[in-house]
């Protein structure tokens, strides 16, 4: 199930600066007495996306897991250049699994919007705690690059499907806001709607390689062998 939805908003929340490893970041400068800050608008896109896996929750939080690992499904997720964990910590008392990994994709927009960045690349921020008590698996994603110009940040959440707990429920909340000049609102609504595009594309491209490895580990699981 698909639900696209949009609803005004006024900002998004903060982020800081990620670790020195990655590197040749640039960033967008301009001369301070060419701005007005009352000239400013932030242009905000927000829409929900629903799936339901027929696969238990257990499984669904492994395939998650090797997504991005598998060289069977790297050519879906061709958007993602380079993951890397840089912080895991175990609470074993409330067993949570609390995951942070620096990700690099390929920069959203147009290839003439990468022009006027400087940047084809854009380093993103992804927060995992997983709760096998509850079972539960929250994700949160944010840019750290290109912050000046364009903001993303998707919220999914993994649990139990309320009507099958052999299934698993997935809600992806997306928020993307772009900062313009109000004479350029026009574009920025329209570069918003370009990227909103593609990352339903690319997330449409990401539950489809977590139903391949979910078929795999069923696969597995039974001893026989699949095709993914």
């Keep these: 199930m698909f639900i696209f939805s949009i609803v005004p908003s006024v900002s998004?929340?903060?982020?800081?600066?990620?670790?020195?490893?990655?590197?040749n970041i640039k960033s967008i400068c301009v001369p301070v007495c060419l701005l007005d800050i009352r000239s400013f608008t932030t242009m905000v896109r927000q829409?929900?996306?629903e799936h339901t896996f027929m696969h238990p929750w257990e499984r669904v939080t492994s395939a998650c897991w090797r997504k991005f690992a598998d060289p069977k499904n790297r050519s879906r997720l061709s958007h993602i250049l380079e993951v890397h964990t840089i912080d895991r910590k175990?609470?074993?008392?409330?067993?949570?699994?609390?995951?942070?990994?620096?990700i690099t994709v390929n920069a959203l927009g147009p290839w003439w919007l990468q022009k006027i960045v400087g940047e084809t690349v854009c380093h993103c921020i992804e927060e995992c705690i997983v709760d096998a008590r509850n079972k539960s698996m929250e994700i949160v994603t944010r840019n750290a690059t290109l912050k000046d110009f364009i903001s993303v940040e998707e919220k999914s959440w993994y649990s139990p499907h309320p009507q099958n707990s052999q299934w698993t429920a997935l809600r992806q909340e997306t928020s993307i806001s772009c900062n313009a000049f109000s004479a350029l609102a026009s574009m920025a609504e329209k570069?918003?709607?370009?990227?909103?595009?593609?990352?339903?594309q690319n997330s449409a491209k990401g539950r489809e390689v977590v139903?391949?490895?979910?078929?795999?580990?069923?696969?597995e699981a039974n001893g026989i062998g699949v095709r993914v």
């Excluded at 175990?90 to 620096?102: C, E, K, S, W, Y």
């Excluded at 570069?191 to 339903?200: N, P, S, T």
């Design 12 to 23: 998004l929340p903060y982020f800081g600066c990620i670790a020195s490893s990655f590197r």
């Design 90 to 102: 175990l609470d074993a008392l409330n067993g949570r699994l609390l995951t942070t990994r620096a």
């Design 211 to 219: 139903e391949n490895v979910c078929a795999y580990l069923e696969a």
């Design 191 to 200: 570069i918003e709607q370009r990227c909103a595009e593609k990352f339903q």
């Design 47 to 49: 829409y929900t996306q």
